[in-house]
């Protein structure tokens, strides 16, 4: 599309602030609302699926779908202990703000062993109904629900313990069964978002969690990853594209060397750690590719070093056709409000293609 044609123009008028919305988890601080001509929620919409936004989208700019059923069988629990429905045992970790497997006792040392230790929940049978009632969405957001825990390695790890499940993706023996395993886990993913989809009409677009790196480099290697991952990706993100949402993968560790595998799989984007050199990968693959960016370090306390931040972010993110979300890598740059006007403005007349 012409952003010329359908963008109405820039108006000083936007940077009035209407509303706040919650900051995100509890830590971080509140969003201001400016008078913008979308809603946040359609130009978040926009930003995934034309990559043609009014303005920078940012990751605050979403709303989590929270869902009991899912939270009891399939997540880590918040700031308390429980067991899911494998039998997997989950410890809230205060100092960590999340929840870990204890480890030491897996549900089973050998992939091949999974189908007579565990069995896949039947998530047809869920209270959708109940979840649903009464339920409203705030219009102005974007809805999001996040898999936390995902469907492959990271489950694969809660199952078997790291090193059990870091062995079975090498095993030839054991290579079969972990198909068969994440293509059952998949088949339920891919129930689970037609009943969030049938259920919770207004729901935007999914987030999966699937860490796959350490501080340093990759958990395993591009052949593994094609192998064990990349058709159950593509699959359940085939999936999500068909109800006409997006997905976007939450992906932990230092893993650029895989990066090309999530634009292989058709996912929308990718929720990252800074220790990643986000500059370089927007560079290569930011059109195949929506990425959590951040701007340059600077003093949030400098309302001209602030400015200079939010521009020279805008200059090299923001791009009809190749727009970057502002992530939550400088968490001092999302406090200053003279940088959040300064993307906003900035941005506006980016996309306009006025600067």
């Not at 984007?269 to 990643?276: C, D, K, T, V």
Request: charge should be negative.
């Amino acid at each position: 599309m012409n952003g010329l044609k359908r963008k109405p123009a820039y108006s000083e008028k936007e940077l009035r602030v209407v509303d706040q919305k919650p900051g995100y988890g509890g830590f971080m601080p509140p969003t201001d609302l400016f008078d913008t001509p979308v809603s946040v929620r359609e130009n978040m919409n926009s930003h995934y699926f034309d990559k043609d936004p009014w303005y920078a989208a940012t990751l605050r700019d979403t709303t989590s779908l929270q869902l009991e059923a899912y939270n009891v069988n399939l997540s880590r629990p918040h700031k308390h202990d429980s067991v899911d429905f494998f039998g997997v045992p989950w410890k809230w970790v205060e100092s960590a703000g999340g929840s870990i497997t204890p480890g030491g006792n897996p549900r089973f040392e050998d992939a091949n062993e999974w189908r007579d230790v565990i069995s896949i929940p039947d998530v047809d049978s869920w209270d959708w109904e109940g979840m649903a009632k009464d339920f409203r969405f705030d219009p102005r957001f974007s809805h999001i629900f996040t898999f936390l825990n995902g469907f492959w390695f990271e489950r694969l790890i809660s199952l078997m313990d790291f090193e059990n499940a870091a062995m079975a993706l090498v095993d030839s023996e054991q290579e079969d069964a972990v198909h068969d395993l994440f293509g059952e886990m998949t088949t339920m993913g891919n129930k689970l978002v037609d009943k969030i989809c049938e259920y919770f009409p207004g729901i935007d677009g999914f987030t999966v969690h699937d860490d796959w790196g350490a501080q340093k480099a990759p958990f395993f290697s591009d052949e593994v990853a094609r192998n064990y991952f990349l058709p159950y990706m593509k699959d359940f993100v085939g999936h999500i594209h068909s109800k006409g949402r997006y997905c976007v993968i939450h992906s932990c560790g230092k893993i650029e060397d895989r990066v090309h595998i999530f634009v292989e799989a058709g996912i929308d984007g990718w929720e990252m750690m800074n220790i990643n050199d986000v500059r370089k990968l927007y560079t290569e693959f930011g059109e195949d590719l929506c990425f959590q960016a951040w701007p340059l370090p600077f003093d949030p306390e400098d309302d001209n070093a602030a400015k200079e931040a939010a521009r020279e972010f805008v200059d090299f993110f923001c791009h009809p056709g190749k727009p970057a979300l502002l992530g939550m890598g400088n968490r001092e740059a999302l406090g200053s409000k003279v940088f959040m006007e300064e993307v906003y403005e900035y941005s506006r007349k980016r996309y306009l293609g006025l600067v």
